[in-house]
């Protein structure tokens, strides 16, 4: 508590939570609190444009990363390294699982990041149908979807997660970006 009531000369503390509730009402009480929030879609694009993307992938990345830079670039790295994975071909669920990388904890982070966008996809397409049947049959897919990305928190093999889930919702067409179906 000293150095936080008494900092040296020129020196900015700066405590990072998320969840600010949890700390001691004594440290809360001598902390600044600062939201941070995710930016706009249209301040990402900004940011996305100056590290040399094009206007369309700022644009499409924008719409997929919730507000996060960090998480724009993973995207458009997953989405890179399963770019040679035929998604019109039988064979794509073991491709794109054979795309993730080999250090499991990236493979983790890769696995849960693409069901994530394949939640998003489903999400979106459930908006826009008019059919009660494809309404109900995504529903049931984005809950599938929830349930293999607690597998892989419950150390399942990432490859075999999405395999698997691509397999079993290959009837519903989900895709990775928003512009394919």
Not at 157 to 163: H, N, V
Request: aromatic share 4%; charged share 30%.
């Amino acid at each position: 508590l000293k150095h936080l009531e008494e900092p040296p000369p020129a020196m900015t503390w700066i405590l990072l939570s998320s969840a600010a509730e949890s700390l001691l009402s004594t440290v809360r009480s001598r902390c600044q609190r600062v939201d941070f929030r995710p930016l706009a879609r249209e301040a990402l694009q900004q940011i996305l444009l100056g590290r040399s993307l094009t206007l369309e992938e700022a644009g499409r990345l924008s719409d997929m990363a919730d507000g996060s830079v960090e998480k724009a670039m993973r995207v458009r790295a997953l989405l890179e390294s399963m770019s040679e994975a035929d998604r019109l071909s039988p064979l794509f669920p073991m491709q794109a699982a054979k795309a993730l990388p080999r250090d499991t904890k990236e493979a983790r982070a890769d696995a849960a990041l693409a069901l994530e966008l394949l939640i998003q996809n489903a999400g979106r397409r459930w908006k826009t149908e008019t059919s009660r049947a494809k309404m109900q049959a995504l529903a049931g897919g984005i809950k599938r979807l929830f349930e293999y990305r607690k597998y892989i928190d419950r150390n399942v093999a990432p490859a075999l997660a999405l395999e698997t889930a691509l397999l079993e919702l290959e009837p519903l067409k989900l895709s990775f970006t928003p512009d394919s179906r």
